[in-house]
């Protein structure tokens, strides 16, 4: 077997970025058809030929950002749409939940997050983080992700989303419960334990089982249609710097900033 040359390999790159960025332009032209374009407009509009052009639309198509119809003609798929949708409705989130977050900073000098639920992980939409700590910081960063089983949002959310044992069970299936620290759950069985005890308090915490030395409480926060949260809001502490003990005895006070400063009904 012959090795593999450093020309080759940029030749394979190259061509992988040519082909992303026919994908992206494909994509892009869609939007200016949104009736649907048949693929000699699309090819004609992008001055390409129709073989790069079929071929990209096929690579959008199995994502489900792109769609043909019974002529022939395509236009942007349901996912697209629904991710297009999604990141508006975090945007206005994001700007409705802000003030709580500041406030709770402020009132408990850590660091406040709002995340949302995506499949087997948490997203972390705003974050609020005290300037005038020095030393260990948290990993969390907006648009980051987390299992959401071993996160405080993420325990929360799957409080309302898992109601029984067999959600659980079927849940962990899909996304294995991976073990990030020793305090992770990791079985079905405790994961849905640890879930009951969420929906008695109506709230969840973490103590460890994300990060070592990390801990939070979290609360879910509703603005949105239906019953099921939109989010959720914590307040996470360095444990060396403020014992998670003291965040617990300040429930109450969270609940409070989260109804003064979220829209009315949000708060739980």
């Known amino acids: 077997m012959y090795p593999v040359t450093r020309m080759e390999t940029r030749q394979t790159e190259d061509g992988s970025a040519r082909g992303a960025?026919?994908?992206?332009?494909?994509?892009?032209?869609?939007?200016?058809?949104?009736?649907?374009?048949?693929?000699?407009?699309?090819?004609e509009r992008l001055e390409s030929p129709k073989s790069s052009v079929h071929r990209a639309l096929a690579t959008l198509r199995r994502a489900g950002l792109a769609?043909?119809?019974?002529?022939?003609?395509?236009?942007?798929?349901?996912?697209?749409?629904?991710?297009?949708f999604a990141y508006y409705e975090s945007l206005d989130q994001r700007a409705l939940v802000q003030p709580a977050l500041d406030a709770l900073a402020e009132r408990?000098?850590?660091?406040?997050?709002?995340?949302?639920?995506?499949?087997?992980?948490?997203?972390?939409?705003?974050?609020v983080v005290r300037q005038d700590h020095e030393g260990v910081?948290?990993?969390?960063?907006?648009?980051?992700?987390?299992?959401?089983?071993?996160?405080?949002?993420?325990?929360v959310l799957l409080s309302f989303a898992l109601p029984t044992e067999e959600a659980v069970e079927a849940?962990?299936?899909?996304?294995?419960?991976?073990?990030?620290?020793?305090?992770?759950?990791?079985?079905?069985?405790?994961?849905?334990?640890?879930?009951?005890?969420v929906r008695a308090r109506g709230f969840s915490t973490d103590e460890e089982e994300n990060e070592a030395g990390v801990g939070c409480v979290a609360l879910p926060i509703f603005m949105g249609p239906g019953p099921q949260p939109s989010g959720a809001v914590s307040v996470t502490t360095i444990l060396r710097r403020t014992?998670?003990?003291?965040?617990?005895?300040?429930?109450?006070d969270m609940r409070e900033i989260l109804r003064r400063h979220l829209p009315a009904g949000a708060a739980p």
């Open 67 to 84: 769609e043909q119809d019974r002529d022939g003609r395509y236009r942007f798929g349901m996912e697209a749409l629904r991710l297009a």
């Open 108 to 127: 408990f000098r850590e660091t406040a997050h709002y995340a949302q639920l995506d499949r087997g992980e948490v997203v972390y939409v705003a974050k």
């Open 137 to 155: 910081q948290l990993g969390s960063r907006v648009g980051g992700r987390n299992p959401a089983h071993c996160t405080g949002v993420g325990k």
């Open 243 to 252: 014992p998670l003990e003291t965040l617990l005895e300040n429930v109450e």
């Open 21 to 43: 960025g026919r994908v992206l332009s494909v994509f892009k032209a869609l939007a200016g058809y949104p009736r649907g374009a048949t693929l000699e407009q699309l090819a």
């Open 171 to 197: 849940y962990a299936a899909a996304h294995p419960l991976v073990m990030r620290t020793a305090s992770t759950r990791v079985t079905p069985a405790a994961l849905h334990a640890d879930l009951e005890q």
